[in-house]
């Protein structure tokens, strides 16, 4: 062993044994110093993620609360619903009232209430006194009457046979523009009872047997109610007017219930009829509806000369709600006012008006343009609102066929 080593140990050692009392703080302080260096980083890291994080989820906390249901949400909720369930009932109830029309005779339906035959000559009478009452109450005229002509061109016939035949022609011709506008001053549209389909029929009506009776009474109820709708959008578009020739709407040419443009308004007349299916109906209906459990679908056809720029006011009016009165199907109940809006129109055409023509030859409509606008339109029944008075004799066929027509088409 090398001896000079060995004390050179042994003498560090004693210098370590004096200083041993230092020894264990000067560790515990390395280590200390070794801890704190990389804890206080990462705590400075750790602090930063803590505040990000907070920070973000205080946000996310803030926009829950500021979304968050309260707890009152529920009765909102429930008014909603009740809000809901109160606009479908009112509009099952607006949908009732609709059909609940006044009558024209409130002894036949659902069933006679007089044993008398009477009764359906007096529904007539009574249908062609309302038609009367519709024309008068929009101030309607005809053109001149080949009477009114003949009385206004007396005394120029026997001047103009004295001057010669082409002189008198010209003066016959001045005449008779004269009696065309003052007619024409005088009203708010042209219209006569008889374009009302209908109005005739009632006029030569023969009792045959009382199912007919209560048939044909039934379906011109239906009809009258169509004609009155009409008449109410023509007196809406012309109020304010003072002549023809200041009226949207000119003149009333046709109402029945067929495709044609003209009818026959006599014994011949085409009474309404409910539309089942493609077959019977006027023109296809794009809407689809067809009588069913919960609705009747009856067609009808109006002409009438508008100003261009009424067309489709004419249409957006036929189609609009409506009021009426209504007393109840005895006709002695409280009056009450309800609405109604039934009419879609199917088909439109529009054609120009030639002023020479023996149609339109003795009318005047002013100067501003005019045509001829032709609609075939449906009217819907609410069966709910006026089942009650619908005849069996009526109703029961109607199921029935009702029943076939959804066979076939299943």
């Known amino acids: 062993m090398d001896i000079p080593k060995f004390k050179d140990v042994i003498q560090k050692l004693s210098f370590l044994r004096n200083y041993s009392s230092l020894i264990l703080p000067v560790i515990i302080t390395v280590v200390a110093v070794l801890l704190f260096v990389p804890t206080q980083l990462m705590s400075t890291k750790l602090k930063k993620q803590i505040e990000r994080e907070s920070i973000s989820l205080g946000r996310n906390i803030q926009s829950l609360s500021e979304s968050a249901v309260s707890r009152n949400q529920w009765e909102i909720e429930q008014e909603y619903q009740q809000k809901y369930e109160r606009d479908a009932n009112q509009t099952e109830v607006f949908a009732r009232q609709s059909s609940q029309r006044p009558l024209l005779s409130y002894k036949i339906f659902p069933a006679p209430k007089d044993p008398s035959t009477l009764i359906f000559g007096q529904f007539g009478q009574q249908f062609r006194r309302s038609a009367d009452r519709l024309i008068a109450n929009i101030n309607a005229l005809s053109c001149p009457t080949e009477a009114e002509l003949r009385k206004g061109l007396q005394g120029s016939s026997r001047q103009g046979f004295?001057?010669?035949?082409?002189?008198?022609?010209?003066?016959?011709?001045?005449?008779?523009?004269?009696l065309c506008r003052e007619k024409a001053q005088?009203?708010?549209?042209?219209?006569?009872?008889?374009?009302?389909?209908?109005?005739?029929?009632?006029e030569e009506y023969e009792y045959t047997g009382i199912d007919a009776a209560v048939e044909d009474c039934w379906y011109w109820q239906l009809g009258y109610w169509v004609i009155?709708?009409?008449?109410?959008?023509?007196?809406?578009?012309?109020?304010?007017?003072?002549?023809?020739?200041?009226?949207?709407?000119k003149r009333l040419m046709a109402v029945n219930f067929e495709a044609g443009k003209k009818?026959?308004?006599?014994?011949?007349?085409?009474?309404?009829?409910?539309?089942?299916s493609s077959k019977n109906a006027i023109a296809e209906p794009h809407t689809g509806r067809f009588c069913n459990d919960d609705i009747d679908v009856v067609h009808f056809h109006v002409v009438?000369?508008?100003?261009?720029?009424?067309?489709?006011?004419f249409m957006q009016k036929l189609?609009?709600?409506?009021?009426?009165k209504f007393r109840g199907f005895s006709g002695e109940e409280q009056e009450r006012v309800f609405k109604h809006n039934q009419i879609t129109v199917l088909e439109s055409n529009i054609s120009p008006i030639d002023r020479e023509n023996a149609t339109h030859y003795l009318y005047r409509y002013g100067e501003d343009a005019v045509v001829e606008l032709d609609l075939i339109c449906e009217y819907v029944f609410d069966?709910?609102?006026?089942?009650?008075?619908?005849?069996?004799?009526?109703?029961e066929p109607l199921q029935n066929t009702a029943e076939q027509v959804e066979n076939v088409r299943r």
């Not at 189609?319 to 009426?324: D, I, L």
């Open 228 to 249: 009155e709708d009409i008449i109410d959008t023509i007196d809406s578009l012309n109020t304010g007017s003072d002549s023809v020739f200041t009226s949207p709407v």
């Open 383 to 395: 069966k709910k609102g006026y089942d009650d008075i619908k005849p069996e004799l009526i109703k």
């Open 263 to 276: 009818t026959d308004g006599g014994k011949a007349a085409t009474r309404p009829s409910y539309v089942l």
């Open 304 to 313: 009438v000369v508008v100003d261009t720029k009424a067309i489709l006011p």
């Open 162 to 178: 004295e001057e010669g035949t082409e002189k008198r022609s010209e003066v016959e011709a001045t005449i008779t523009d004269v």
């Open 319 to 324: 189609c609009s709600a409506k009021q009426h």
């Open 186 to 202: 005088s009203a708010f549209v042209y219209a006569v009872p008889t374009d009302l389909s209908g109005y005739e029929f009632w």
